[in-house]
T-cell receptor, first 113, second 113 residues
Framework: DVKVTQSSRYLVKRTGEKVFLECVQD?????MFWYRQDPGLGLRLIYFSYDVKMKEKGDIPEGYSVSREKKERFSLILESASTNQTSMYLC????????????FGDGTRLSIL | GDSVTQMEGPVTLSEEAFLTINCTYT??????LFWYVQYPGEGLQLLLKATKADDKGSNKGFEATYRKETTSFHLEKGSVQVSDSAVYFCALSNNTNAGKSTFGDGTTLTVKP
C-alpha cells in the first residue's frame, strides 16, 4: 500500500514565522502535490512537482514556495506566515499517468495566530 | 479548461436509503474519472475509478458508470450505512495535464441511524 506521510497533524505558528510542512511518500512516485482545503472552497492546488527539483505553480501559489531535493520528499514553505494561511494542507503523490489516482496524506491542520 | 461539477450538499439520508451523488464534467479528449472519499480527520482516499467510456467502477457497494454521451459519472449506493458519512469528491485526470487532477467541490454525506 502506498504511504504518504505528513510530518504533523496539527501545527500552531505565529504571524511572520517561516513554516515548513513536510511530506514523504514511499512509492517512488514522480508526481507530488500540495493542496489546501477550506470549507466551501474544495481542494485548491498550491504547487505541483513532476520530478526532483522540478515544480510548477498551481492555482494559489502566492505566499508559498516548495522544495523537492529528493524524490520521496516534498516540502511546502510559508515564507512569512499570515492568518489567512490558516487551513488544512494536504499532500499527495501519483504516477504521471492520467489513469492513476493520487494518494493523499492525512493532512496538516495549520493555525496561524 | 477541464472542470468538474458536483451535486451540492450537504446530503442527509437515513440508514439503508439509496444514495446518488451527481457528477458531470467538461474535458477535452478522454479523461479518466475518479471518486474519492474523505472520512473525518483524514485525507482523501480513492473509492473507485473508470478509465474509458461505459466502464463501471465499483468498491464497498458504491458504483459509478463513465457516461461519455452525458459527460457524467454519478456515484450510487443501494443501501447506505452510518459509516458512509464522509465527504465525496469527483475528479478527472487528462493526458494533457501532466498527471494533475481536477476536483469537484465535494459533497458532504451524513447518514443517520
Amino acid at each position: 500500500d502506498v504511504k504518504v506521510t505528513q510530518s504533523s497533524r496539527y501545527l500552531v505558528k505565529r504571524t511572520g514565522e517561516k513554516v515548513f510542512l513536510e511530506c514523504v511518500q514511499d512509492m517512488d512516485h514522480e508526481n507530488m502535490f500540495w493542496y489546501r482545503q477550506d470549507p466551501g472552497l474544495g481542494l485548491r492546488l498550491i504547487y505541483f512537482s513532476y520530478d526532483v527539483k522540478m515544480k510548477e505553480k498551481g492555482d494559489i501559489p502566492e505566499g508559498y514556495s516548495v522544495s523537492r531535493e529528493k524524490k520521496e520528499r516534498f516540502s511546502l514553505i510559508l515564507e512569512s506566515a499570515s492568518t489567512n494561511q490558516t487551513s488544512m494542507y494536504l499532500c499527495a503523490s501519483s504516477w504521471p499517468l492520467s489513469n492513476q489516482p493520487q494518494h493523499f496524506g492525512d493532512g496538516t491542520r495549520l493555525s496561524i495566530l | 479548461g477541464d472542470s468538474v461539477t458536483q451535486m451540492e450538499g450537504p446530503v442527509t439520508l437515513s440508514e439503508e436509503a439509496f444514495l446518488t451523488i451527481n457528477c458531470t464534467y467538461t474535458a477535452t479528449g478522454y479523461p479518466s474519472l475518479f471518486w474519492y472519499v474523505q472520512y473525518p480527520g483524514e485525507g482523501l482516499q480513492l473509492l473507485l475509478k473508470a478509465t474509458k467510456a461505459d466502464d463501471k467502477g465499483s468498491n464497498k457497494g458504491f458504483e459509478a458508470t463513465y457516461r461519455k454521451e452525458t459527460t457524467s459519472f454519478h456515484l450510487e449506493k443501494g443501501s447506505v450505512q452510518v459509516s458512509d458519512s464522509a465527504v465525496y469528491f469527483c475528479a478527472l485526470s487528462n493526458n494533457t495535464n501532466a498527471g494533475k487532477s481536477t476536483f469537484g467541490d465535494g459533497t458532504t454525506l451524513t447518514v443517520k441511524p
